[in-house]
Antibody
Framework: QVQLVESGGGLVKPGGSLRLSCAAS????????MSWIRQAPGKGPEWISY????????YNADSVKGRFTISRDNAKTSLYLQMNSLRPEDSALYYC?????????WGHGTLVTVSS | DIQMTQSPSSLSASVGDRVTITCRAS??????LTWYQQKPGKAPKLLIF???SLQSGVPSRFSGSGSGTDFTLSISSLQPEDFGTYYC?????????FGQGTKLEIK
């Protein structure tokens, strides 16, 4: 069965950086688009980035453009999110999910808190 | 960005009731509409895609309808395990926005 396990979250000061990882198993990772989606406490989810199976096509939401970079390593069946210039409003639970525009499998999430 | 507005924001219903949740898009999104269910402490679960197609493994009491700007998610006979928060999401434009959620409680 599909399994997605995120890691790398934590507490970081405004302006700092974090790199999130997502280890995937149970499906042919290189065949599928993957996305990062975040959810602030008490709010609806917010899609922030996707990447194609080959890694050649990427797209970010305006809210993170120029600050966050999505990447993948198909040999390691892993997805990454490099987050720079973090702001308090980036605080959320970050999920990796399978799919580009709809998401049939999600991880459990990793919590990012941006605070001084 | 396309805004997605759900109503009601919360509701309480009894086992066996028929429940309907609505979602309105700020512009036409054809049938590019997905519904998710989220339980506390868990990730969202895909229920319905393309406005009316049931995801594999989802009980048939769940159904979706609509096109353009107005959509509904219906549960034909509410079961105790159907509590949670329901979200709609548009995939027409690349902002892929979600609604604010409808919290469903079982009486």
């Amino acid at each position: 069965q599909v399994q997605l396990v995120e890691s790398g979250g934590g507490l970081v000061k405004p302006g700092g950086s974090l790199r999130l990882s997502c280890a995937a198993s149970g499906f042919t990772f290189s065949d599928d688009y993957m996305s990062w989606i975040r959810q602030a406490p008490g709010k609806g989810p917010e899609w922030i980035s996707y990447i194609s199976g080959s890694g050649t096509t990427k797209y970010n939401a305006d809210s993170v453009k120029g600050r966050f970079t999505i990447s993948r390593d198909n040999a390691k069946t892993s997805l990454y999110l490099q987050m720079n210039s973090l702001r308090p409003e980036d605080s959320a639970l970050y999920y990796c999910a399978r799919g580009r525009s709809r998401y049939d499998s999600w991880g459990h999430g990793t919590l990012v808190t941006v605070s001084s | 960005d396309i805004q997605m507005t759900q109503s009601p924001s919360s509701l309480s219903a009894s086992v066996g009731d028929r429940v309907t949740i609505t979602c309105r898009a700020s512009q036409s999104i054809s049938n590019y509409l997905t519904w998710y269910q989220q339980k506390p402490g868990k990730a969202p679960k895909l229920l319905i895609f393309d406005a009316s197609s049931l995801q594999s493994g989802v009980p048939s009491r769940f159904s979706g309808s609509g096109s353009g700007t107005d959509f509904t998610l219906s549960i034909s006979s509410l079961q105790p395990e159907d509590f949670g928060t329901y979200y709609c999401q548009q995939s027409y434009s690349s902002s892929y926005t979600f609604g604010q959620g409808t919290k469903l409680e079982i009486k």
